[in-house]
C-alpha cells in the first residue's frame, strides 16, 4: 500500500547506478595536464630538425599549442620563421588561421576545435550553410572536417596525442592531392570499376 506523500526510500541498484554514473562523469571531467614546451632543438627549419620535431611529435601523450601551430606552419609554408610561440600566435592570427580571440598558453594541449578553423581555412573548405552564416567558428569546422574525413567524429574540446595530429597532418595531405579520404589510396578509380565495364 502507498501512503501519499510519502518518501520512497531508493533500492540498493538505484545506488550503484547512481556512483557508476558520478564516477564516469569525474573521471570524465578530469583535467588534461600541460604539455612541455617545444624545445629549440626540434624548432628549426633544416629538413633534419623537421624530420625530428615529426618523429618526436608521435611519441608525446598530447600535442601542445606551440607544437601543433609550428606543425601547422612546417605543413602550410614547409618552414617556420617564427622565433617562438608568440611569434607563431601572431601569423596565424594574422593569416585568420586563428580566432581573434585566442589567447592560450604554449604548454597548453590544442584542442580539435582551435585548429579546425586554421584547417578549413588551409582547405579551402567552403561548408554549409551554417558556416556560411556564422564564419570559421570551431564547432561548425569540426564538423566539416568531419564531413570531409580529415577529422574524426569528435568534438571541438578534444585534444590530440602527437601520434593523432601527425595523423590528421597526413590526411590534410591526401585531401590537398585530391585522394578521397574513405577510400583506400591503393586503388586507382580503374581499379575500382566492375571488369565488365573495362
Not at 510519502?6 to 583535467?31: E, N, T
Not at 615529426?54 to 606543425?71: K, R, V
Not at 596525442?161 to 595523423?167: A, F, M, P, Q, T
Amino acid at each position: 500500500m502507498r501512503i501519499k506523500g510519502a518518501i520512497r526510500v531508493p533500492r540498493v541498484s538505484d545506488l550503484r547506478y547512481v556512483v557508476a554514473l558520478l564516477l564516469v562523469l569525474v573521471a570524465g571531467c578530469q583535467a588534461v595536464k600541460p604539455g612541455k614546451p617545444l624545445p629549440p632543438e626540434l624548432a628549426g627549419n633544416d629538413p633534419g630538425q623537421q624530420l625530428e620535431f615529426w618523429h618526436t611529435l608521435t611519441t608525446q601523450p598530447i600535442t601542445t599549442n606551440d607544437e601543433a601551430f609550428h606543425g601547422l606552419l612546417l605543413y602550410v609554408d614547409g618552414k617556420d620563421n617564427a622565433a617562438d610561440y608568440a611569434g607563431r600566435v601572431h601569423i596565424l592570427k594574422q593569416r585568420k588561421m586563428l580566432q581573434a580571440g585566442f589567447n592560450e598558453p604554449a604548454t597548453a594541449p590544442a584542442t580539435r576545435g582551435t585548429l579546425s578553423v586554421g584547417i578549413v581555412r588551409v582547405l579551402k573548405v567552403k561548408g554549409g550553410l551554417t558556416m556560411h552564416l556564422v564564419g570559421d567558428i570551431p564547432r561548425y569546422a569540426v564538423r566539416e572536417l568531419q564531413f570531409i574525413g580529415v577529422y574524426p567524429v569528435s568534438s571541438p574540446n578534444q585534444v590530440f596525442s602527437g601520434n593523432e595530429y601527425v595523423g590528421i597532418i597526413g590526411k590534410l595531405e591526401d585531401y590537398q592531392r585530391g585522394d578521397v579520404v574513405e577510400t583506400p589510396n591503393a586503388a586507382m578509380p580503374e581499379e575500382a570499376r566492375p571488369a565488365s565495364s573495362r
